[in-house]
């Protein structure tokens, strides 16, 4: 990994009213923070990010975000920040918005790039943006969607801003009144939601998809399937037929925003409601986990 030149911050004091965004190492108000119409990020589509749960100010679990930053700049060809920078320009930005409880995105671009589509720019654009955390329900709904995600692609493994496709799932799932988008992948083997990872429990025994599905490695799966094994619980990645996921009575999801989600209801199947679910045990020990460490 190449150097990476250290930013100077602007402190400059910022009209608490306007949103404040980090751009390339100053806090400028949203209105000011322009990039160049010729950023690969804009035109194609060529950027890294990492979205954060932050609590009491800071984001959770910083490192283990930008180690999967790395590998999805270096997948795409382009160089990530040093890990101080990472942690720095969100810990500004939420000072700089007076957020404690707020999800906090960092995107790295490819950089200006005015003449071919196959050739990167100089340097990179940065930017770091906050708002407060929404809040989800206990329980989500989710539904299948008729497309696929390609286990075979370029970009499997990375968190890439090109995100229509999740969107237009997410649209999908709305449209039938739940709050998530289900994949499969090529082979009709559960891959992941639009925005989460997917596990159910059969049999005692906690199971999700493996990397091999296509599915990003999603920073909160892996804190679970950690979890899991630190308190004995039987837990496995695994190729998990598309019929299985259908057929669950117990499943959950897991993001960096949502945490740890039981699944309520997957199409129009209502699943059981089990306050003595492995998955609610489970959600114990994360958010234990998530109350006590900032940096697991």
Known sequence: MGMFVPIIFNR????????????????????????SPFDRGFTVGCAAFETLRARRGQPFAVTRHWRRLVHSCQILGIQPPLLDVFKSCMTETLEANHLKEARVRFTVTAGDG??????????????VHAVPIQSYADREQVVTVPWSRNERSVLTGAKCASYAENMIALAFAHKQGCGEAIFANTQGDLCEGATTNVF????????????ASGCLPGITREIVLE?????NIGVEETKLPMNLFEEAEECFLTSSTRGLQPIAKVGVKQLSNNSHSLTLEILKFYHKLFIENDDP
């Open 227 to 231: 979890l899991c094994k630190l308190n």
């Open 12 to 35: 400059e004091p910022m009209p608490s009213q306007e949103p404040i965004i980090w751009l390339n190492g100053r806090l400028v108000p949203a209105s000011a923070a322009c990039i």
């Open 114 to 127: 005015q003449t071919s589509t196959a050739s990167f720019g100089a340097g990179q654009t940065l930017v």
């Open 200 to 211: 159910i429990v059969q049999d005692g025994v906690v199971l999700t998809p493996s990397t």
